[in-house]
């Protein structure tokens, strides 16, 4: 990275409703507890650890609540809050709210809040020597709710989507995490803003996926398959972090 680390800006995607968790009075799904500790709690330590000193949480659905906790927790990271009125629509809309601090001229990390993963993923992308990082899983999961980065022979990304148009030599899972540099940064809420004008129910990926594919050079991938880690959209997801990967992190620690 042409910054410190401790430049970047870390933007953590958390207004969405989190429907398909089927609970009957849901809470924001950062506020899911595993070990005690929230999402979001996990989230800020791992980035104080890797040395992020700013989040910037884009909020929306029961935002107060999140609020409401993150106003407990310890810096760093320094919190503050960032609001999407539309967060029933597409995932581009909340990204696109986050534009100041794509434009802002720093290193960006992006993260899904919906994540209990390994603390160590993150110093493996941020000192990842490509200009932009993400971080892949081989142990692709089957189906098409993964969202697939699929590489060439050479290593090069050739897609990046659900239902991939190009399969490529091989293929992973991304994670969520995203590390650009400013001049990506500020083409990304570009891109973002152009969905939201044209198709605001588009998943930010897409948004990802213009710019890898014009510019593939531009983007690395590291290796995270050794981690523990798993999103969370579904019950059984709830499930697999607290019987599977909420006990490999715990015999880390």
């Known amino acids: 990275m042409s910054s410190p680390i401790h430049k970047a800006t870390a933007i953590l995607l958390a207004a969405g409703v989190g429907r398909r968790l089927g609970r009957a009075d849901p809470s924001p799904k950062v506020l899911l507890e595993f070990g005690g500790r929230s999402l979001l709690a996990r989230h800020a330590e791992a980035l104080a650890r890797a040395g992020v000193e700013e989040l910037v949480i884009v909020g929306g659905f029961e935002q107060g609540q999140i609020e409401a906790v993150a106003a407990k927790l310890p810096a760093p990271p320094a919190i503050r809050f960032l609001t999407n009125p539309r967060f029933t629509e597409g995932s581009v809309v909340s990204l696109a709210a986050a534009a100041p601090v794509l434009r802002s001229g720093r290193p960006v990390v992006l993260m899904d809040g919906d994540v209990l993963y390994d603390p160590a993923m993150l110093p493996r992308m941020l000192g990842s020597k490509a200009e932009n990082a993400l971080l892949v899983d081989r142990e692709l999961e089957p189906g098409d709710e993964?969202?697939?980065l699929c590489f060439?022979?050479?290593?090069?990304?050739?897609?990046?989507?659900?239902?991939?148009?190009n399969p490529g030599a091989w293929r992973g899972e991304s994670v969520g995490f995203f590390r650009f540099s400013p001049a990506t940064a500020r083409a990304l809420a570009d891109r973002c803003d152009a969905y939201v004008a044209a198709a605001p129910g588009t998943e930010y990926e897409e948004a990802i996926r213009d710019l890898?594919?014009?510019?593939?050079?531009?983007f690395g991938a590291e290796d995270v398959t050794d981690l523990a880690?798993?999103?969370?959209?579904?019950e059984e997801d709830v499930v697999k972090a607290r019987e599977v990967v909420l006990p490999?992190?715990?015999?880390?620690a």
């Open 146 to 148: 993964p969202v697939k």
């Open 229 to 234: 880690w798993t999103e969370i959209d579904f």
């Open 212 to 218: 890898m594919l014009a510019e593939p050079h531009r």
């Open 248 to 252: 490999q992190l715990e015999a880390m």
């Open 152 to 165: 060439d022979a050479a290593g090069t990304i050739v897609d990046f989507r659900k239902r991939p148009e």
